[in-house]
């Protein structure tokens, strides 16, 4: 089975994150997407949401695809979330499945910096789609990695969850930039300085 890793810190969840799931699994008929919420130390998240409301979000967000799923081990296993490491116990927990791990076009020309790139590159391809403020050049990359990354042909959405929770703290509306189960979440847990308040 072939499985796509879908990683990020998902504070919000955003339609670029899900139509980048979308667009990957259909460019490489991938059986399943598993979102994976990373842990943020603390330190790094004053105006951020805690793991379990980012878990939460993103279960809200999947549920009604029949492909897409969560993998939560990173949240609850806490601490510095590396990419190898976590990518070493599926493939024990799932000696079967062809794991894919989709990236934006600035997490792909960042691939070079990640702990341990020179092993993940040999466990599972990446599956690159592009993203505004990065030009997705596979020929800026030390070759062993650009032969391990695919593209995926994605219409680009400039949204970020930095703006996104920059909009809330403004009170300016995030609505159909997130996914309808997110914005309701947005709105009922006042997350990002939301107001809790009916949708209106
Ligand atoms: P932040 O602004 O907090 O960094 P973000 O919008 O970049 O949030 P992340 O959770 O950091 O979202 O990103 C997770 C993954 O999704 C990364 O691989 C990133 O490149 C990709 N991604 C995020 N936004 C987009 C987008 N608009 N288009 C394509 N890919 C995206
Ligand atoms: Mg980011």
Redesign the pocket.
Known sequence: MKVGI??????PL????M??AETARESYGLQEVWFMPSHIPPHKHEAGASGEDRLSMVQEAVKDHPAFGILDWEVVRGGVSYTLETVISLQEEYPQHEFFF???????QYLPKWQGIEELVQRLTFIG????GTPLDLGLLPGFIAERVVLAD?P????????L?ARAAEGKSIRYMVPDAVFDYVQRSGLYGVQPRSAD
């Open positions: 879908m990683g990020g810190t998902f504070d955003h339609i670029g994150h139509m980048a989709i990236v934006g076009a600035d997490m792909v789609v592009g993203r505004p994605m680009l959405v400039d949204l970020s969850s930095t703006m929770r």
